[in-house]
């Protein structure tokens, strides 16, 4: 039964940094393409960084060169880091994993099994 709990979100001001933390249990995070994601209020939810097992990424361009997403294989914990904070990335953030396969190449327009409940950044 895999499981992510996210961690982290608060309020920030702009031009401020926060680091989100997605802890996964249940299965190992070297097996799975990992993505986070966000959903500001009255908006759909978009992709924001995705990380395959190869070390792919893929990236919504409004996030480059100040999100960055990383694992750590030892305490099997997902992160997305956050610098250079605006006022549109007022969001609540969801991280999300599904396990990869042979020839399968994950981007922010995979399908993505496990999710995490959010956590909500603001920034001001």
């Known amino acids: 039964h895999v499981q992510l709990v996210e961690s982290g979100g608060g309020s920030v001001q702009a031009g401020g940094s926060l680091t989100l933390s997605c802890a996964v249990s249940?299965?190992?995070?070297?097996?799975?393409?990992v993505a986070w994601f966000r959903q500001a209020p009255g908006k759909e939810r978009e992709g924001v960084l995705g990380?395959?097992?190869?070390?792919?990424?893929s990236y919504r361009p409004a996030v480059k060169d100040r999100f960055t997403i990383s694992k750590d294989y030892n305490n099997n914990t997902l992160y997305l880091r956050m610098n250079s904070l605006r006022p549109d990335d007022t969001a609540t953030y969801f991280c999300a994993a599904d396990e990869d396969a042979p020839k399968r190449t994950c981007s922010l327009m995979s399908t993505y099994t496990y999710w995490g409940q959010g956590t909500q950044v603001t920034v001001s």
């Open positions: 990380l395959d097992t190869d070390g792919s990424l």
């Open positions: 249940g299965g190992s995070l070297r097996r799975y393409c």
